[in-house]
Every structure is written in structure tokens, then in C-alpha cells.
């Protein structure tokens, strides 16, 4: 699977749009780009996936540009509560594996008021 | 909304002693995980399960472990003598079965089971 790298922490204002990197500039073609988030001591939440297009779902967006050599998870309007550490993952859509999810460091994104 | 459900919630055990983490997973799900995540660490895939036997583990999934589905709505995972480096939050997921929407990698988790090894 492709090697993700993404900031380690950033800062947003509540109400404002927080903009979360992830570059996977060795991404091959068979390849989603995935989104999870975990707020302290909670278990992981699926946010989004993507493979080419951009996507909206009711929690984000996720831009993926044209080269998919990196993508942005967009949260519109950032609240306290999306306070937590966020995850790019990329992995092979199709596989015989158990489809195993292999979380990085992710970003830390602080929300503050 | 359905969701993924772990008991307990803390559970505290000597070195040495067997473990056995609860998950009842969604009910129409068909795949099932434990993942682990040591304090302060990144989460660490442990094992999958589906149609009554495992798909897939790490190397941390070694003869200590084992996973079982009991009846028709547990799912465990069994850690057969505890170590100290057992100590972490162990999260159970499931996933919905193929063709009814979303993505192999669309994966619900449960709320964890904290173990603590003294």
C-alpha cells in the first residue's frame, strides 16, 4: 500500500473550514484514498473515501487531485466536538486480505473556540 | 442507529492470567476485527474474521491470541496468558457483507475494552 504523510497537528477556529493534508504521492491506480478520524479515547470513525473524484458526504469533503498524488479532507464548518486525531489511509480496493486498516500517526487537529 | 458494543469497558488482570474481551458486533454484519492500541500509540490491526475463521492477522496475533464467534451475535477475542505489553485499548469492528453498500474499508468500531496487565 502506498505511504501516506500528513502534518501532525493543526489548529482551527470554531465555524471556520479546517483543511487536512495527506500526501500519497506513490498511490497507484487500484487504490482508494480513505478517511477515519478518533476523538480522545473513543474508537475510530469512518469519515469518507475516494478514488478519483472529489466526494461529499453529510460529515466532509475530500478533494483528491488530479495526479491523486495527495488529497484534502475538508471539514466545512469545524465544531469543538471534531476535535481529534485524523487519518489518511490508502489501500487496495479489491484483495484476498481480511481488508486490515493501517493507521498512521494521523493529524491532530485542535479546534479551538 | 445500530452500532458495535464492548464489554467491559476497563478490565484489569494479573500477568500471567487469561483474558476474554466481548465485541457484539452489528447484527447483519459478516466481518469482523480487533484492533489495539497502546497508550499514546498508533491503532495496530490485530486479526480479521469472517465466515468462522481468520482472513488475516499481524505479527502481533501470535499463539496468545485467539478469536472466536461463539453464537450467533459475540464475537472474542481470548488473550491466553496476559503480558504487561498486553496493556492497551483492544477495539472491536465489523463490516457490512459485500453488495449491500459501502466499502470493504468502511469499518464500524466499537467504543474499546481498556486492559490493564499488572
Known amino acids: 500500500d502506498a505511504k501516506t504523510t500528513q502534518p501532525t497537528s493543526m489548529d482551527c477556529a470554531e465555524g471556520r473550514a479546517a483543511n487536512l493534508p495527506c500526501n500519497h504521492s506513490?498511490?497507484?491506480?487500484?487504490?482508494?484514498v480513505y478517511w477515519y478520524r478518533q476523538i480522545h479515547s473513543q474508537g475510530p470513525q469512518y469519515i469518507i473515501h475516494g478514488l478519483k473524484n472529489n466526494e461529499t458526504n453529510e460529515m466532509a469533503s475530500l478533494i483528491i487531485t488530479e495526479d491523486r498524488k495527495s488529497s484534502t479532507l475538508i471539514l466545512p464548518h469545524a465544531t469543538l466536538r471534531d476535535t481529534a486525531v485524523y487519518y489518511c489511509i490508502v489501500r487496495v480496493a479489491n484483495s484476498n486480505s481480511g481488508y486490515a486498516l493501517n493507521f498512521g500517526k494521523g493529524t491532530s487537529l485542535l479546534v479551538t473556540p | 442507529e445500530p452500532e458495535v458494543t464492548q464489554t467491559p469497558s476497563h478490565q484489569v488482570t494479573q500477568m500471567g492470567q487469561e483474558v476474554i474481551l466481548r465485541c457484539v458486533p452489528i447484527s447483519n454484519h459478516l466481518y469482523f476485527y480487533w484492533y489495539r492500541q497502546i497508550l499514546g500509540q498508533k491503532v495496530e490491526f490485530l486479526v480479521s474474521f469472517y465466515n468462522n475463521e481468520i482472513s488475516e492477522k499481524s505479527e502481533i496475533f501470535d499463539d496468545q491470541f485467539s478469536v472466536e464467534r461463539p453464537d450467533g451475535s459475540n464475537f472474542t477475542l481470548k488473550i491466553r496468558s496476559t503480558k504487561l505489553e498486553d496493556s492497551a485499548m483492544y477495539f472491536c469492528?465489523?463490516?457490512?457483507?459485500?453488495?449491500?453498500?459501502?466499502?470493504?474499508?468502511?469499518?464500524?468500531f466499537g467504543p474499546g475494552t481498556r486492559l490493564t496487565v499488572t
Open positions: 506513490t498511490i497507484s491506480g487500484n487504490e482508494y
Open positions: 469492528a465489523s463490516r457490512p457483507p459485500r453488495g449491500s453498500g459501502g466499502t470493504p474499508y468502511e469499518q464500524y
